[in-house]
């Protein structure tokens, strides 16, 4: 069974940066594609960022396009998302999970999060 435990969230001045963690366990880590998602208060879970089992293969949300860079380490079974230039719009619940398929779907392996809020 794979877990996931988000960290790294907290207040950040616009402008500023945070970065997260997901560390995985239950095994497998190597075999899945991983993906970042997040939630804002009252708006439906987006897509945010997705790392292939290479990792130059990242891909992005046209909304945090060239400001968030994900990354994994498969030594420690750790997904990051590096989050620079923040915005007020990017304050959500942020949570990681394996992705599956081209439109990079999530399977059902979700944490509890880590909330980022970001003030102006």
Known sequence: ???VKE???GLAQAGGSLTLSCVVSGGRFREYAWGWFRRAPGKEREFV???KWEPDLPVYADSVKGRFTISRDNA???VYLQMNDLKPEDTAVYLCNPV????YNP???W???TQVTVAS
């Open 1 to 3: 069974q794979v877990e």
């Open 7 to 9: 960290t790294g969230g």
């Open 49 to 51: 960022a997705a790392v």
């Open 76 to 78: 420690k079974s750790t």
């Open 100 to 103: 599956w398929g081209n439109d």
């Open 107 to 109: 399977y059902n392996y």
């Open 111 to 113: 944490g509890q999060g």
